[in-house]
């Protein structure tokens, strides 16, 4: 029944797999909320030329606000918190670490979509929670992540980094859920969202601009802020199409598999920046794992 839905989500593991392991390259070197912004707008321009090229704009909105507040209100959680806190805790604690970390969000958005939206709770459901927790805190509390140890305080920070992120990003998809129906398509949601993720960027960014020059940044940060902002653009649009289609316990647990999408890119292509150990595989596994029972609930 929800067999468009899982694919649609899997596909969005994959992509945001790839956002998180860009976006850590990315910002190196470079303010974090900046970082952020640069790779918003170019998720807007991704999603602007999909939905020109589909007809989208042919489109009138939603008849009623509603669906355009919820649509908005969950650009600004993903985005300009989400985003931006997501890119804060890659420097202190590594892609693989943050990923596992946010997959925390699962509890929020199961939660809440249980509290607000009314999906069905089952035992399979906290259990898949369960699996999901244990498994970030064994990549949490591993030795991987960086080439050289992370301090306590750089592991505290990141890790409370990466569940605001998780907070922010489960009361977005449940948003997001709401919202979806009334719009023309996946991808006219996601670009609403952005965009007012974007405008919501614009106080934190006075001040900054003025203190960094943007012409100093080197090509590859550029191009690395540029993948990772078309990347973040069309995993988003895969989990709106997912959600679309499936409710949020269904279709957001599997979406948050991109930890193991996550290892696998940085221990091929980026062994000299992550170590990756037997416990972060363990942990890795068991919010699959997780995910999985969550899925065998439906």
Not at 90 to 95: A, D, E, L, N, P
Request: proline letters at 5%; charged letters at 10%; one cysteine or more.
């Amino acid at each position: 029944m929800y067999t468009a839905a899982a694919v649609f989500a899997l596909s969005a593991a994959f992509m945001l797999a790839l956002r998180d392991t860009f976006g850590r390259l990315a910002v190196r070197g470079i303010d974090p909320v900046l970082g952020s912004s640069v790779t918003a707008v170019v998720s807007l321009i991704v999603l602007a030329s999909v939905s020109a090229a589909m007809g989208d704009f042919r489109t009138p909105l939603p008849a009623s606000g509603w669906p355009m507040v919820f649509i908005a209100l969950a650009g600004v959680l993903r985005i300009t918190a989400a985003r931006t806190l997501i890119l804060a805790a890659t420097q202190h604690i590594g892609s693989a670490r943050t990923s596992a970390t946010n997959s925390t969000n699962v509890f929020f958005a199961s939660a809440l979509g249980v509290l607000f939206l009314g999906e069905p709770l089952k035992m399979p459901l906290a259990a898949g929670a369960v699996l999901v927790l244990a498994g970030s805190i064994l990549v949490v509390q591993s030795g991987s992540g960086r080439a050289t140890p992370v301090s306590p305080q750089n592991r505290f920070k990141g890790m409370s980094l990466a569940l605001m992120s998780a907070l922010a990003l489960g009361v977005s998809t449940v948003l997001a859920r709401k919202g979806i129906p009334a719009f023309a398509s996946a991808n006219q949601a996601n670009l609403y969202a952005t965009a007012a993720g974007i405008i919501a960027f614009l106080p934190f960014l006075s001040g900054k601009l003025s203190k960094v020059e943007l012409g100093s940044w080197p090509a590859k940060t550029w191009g690395l802020l540029c993948l990772t902002g078309t990347v973040a653009s069309l995993g988003v649009t895969f989990l709106y199409l997912a959600l679309a289609r499936a409710p949020v316990v269904f279709a957001f647990p599997i979406a948050q598999s991109r930890p193991l999408f996550v290892i696998a890119i940085a221990w091929i292509f980026f062994q000299s920046h992550e170590r990756i150990n037997l416990r972060v595989v363990a942990g890795a596994a068991a919010i699959i794992a997780g995910a999985v029972t969550l899925i065998l609930s439906r």
